[in-house]
C-alpha cells in the first residue's frame, strides 16, 4: 500500500505543478491562450481532486463496506460536550475534525441554521465528539487537546469556533494565541497543553468512532437518548459535509416519525 500511496502523492505533485507551468507558457503565447489556460486549470483542479480522494481512500479504507448497520448502533452521551436542552429526545453526535475542511464547511454552511432551526428551538440536542485524521491531519489532534483545555476554563465552545474559523492556523503558537483571543488563563491553558491532559478522552472518542463505523469526517448520527441522558440509539447517519437541506429533511423526518428509544 505504500508504494501504492507514494506513487498517488508524487502524481499529485506533478498536477499541481502543472498550472504553473502552463501559466508561463499563457504569459508568454499572449491573451489567446488564455481560454486554453482556464480550460486546463480546471481539468487539473478536477484531476487534483480525484486524486486526493484516492489517497483518502488508500488511507482510510472503504466506509461503505466497513459501516456496521446504524440501527444496531448505540452511542455514548456523558460527559461530552453538547448544545441545546437536555431535554431534547432527538440527538445529533458529530464526529469530527478541526483540520478538516469538511468539517469546516459543515461548521459555517450547515451548523448555523441547524442551531437556528432545531437547537435554539429545543427540538435538537448537538454532541461533539474527536474524531482528528491523523493520517492526514497532523495539527488536528493538538487543536482538540486546545479545545478540551480551553473547557476546561468553560470556553469550549469558543475554541470550537475560533479552531474551525481558522483551521490554517493550527501550529503550537497559533493555538496559544487562540487561547488568549477568547480570554483564557494562558499559563493555565499551555500547562493543560504539555500535560496532555485530554489526550486519552480523544483516544476513546476515535475509538468509539471507530467501533461506529466512522471513516471519515464529518460523520453524524442522528437519534434518540435513554432516560438517563447517557446514550443515544441511533436512527441515521449523515456522512460528509451535506448540504443543510439534506440534514434537515432526515432531522424532520425523525422528528415527524416520533422516534422512540
Known sequence: MSKILGLKILSLTVLMASPLIAQSQAATDGLPALQRQIDDLKESQRAIES???????????????QAPDPSNLTISLDGHPSKGSREAKLIL??????????CGRFFA???????????????????????????IHSEAFKAHEAAGCAGDQEK???????????????????LVRHAAAIGINPGIFQSCLSSRKHAATIRKNMDEGKRAGVQGTPTLFLGVQNDENRDMKVFDVIRGAQPYLQ???????????????
Request: charged residues 30%.
Open 156 to 174: 469550549y465552545w469558543e475554541m470550537h469556533d475560533r479552531l474551525f474559523q481558522n483551521q490554517q492556523q493550527m501550529q503550537p503558537d497559533d
Open 109 to 135: 454552511e450547515s451548523l448555523p441554521h441547524i442551531e437556528r432551526d432545531f437547537i435554539a428551538t429545543g427540538k435538537l440536542r448537538y454532541v461533539f465528539r474527536d474524531f482528528p485524521l491523523e493520517m
Open 93 to 102: 453526535v458529530d464526529f469530527s475534525d478541526y483540520q478538516c475542511p469538511f
Open 247 to 261: 440534514v434537515k429533511k432526515m432531522i424532520e423526518r425523525a422528528l415527524q416519525a416520533q422516534v422512540k428509544w
Open 51 to 65: 486524486q486526493l480522494d484516492e489517497i483518502k481512500r488508500l488511507l482510510l479504507g472503504n466506509p461503505a463496506a
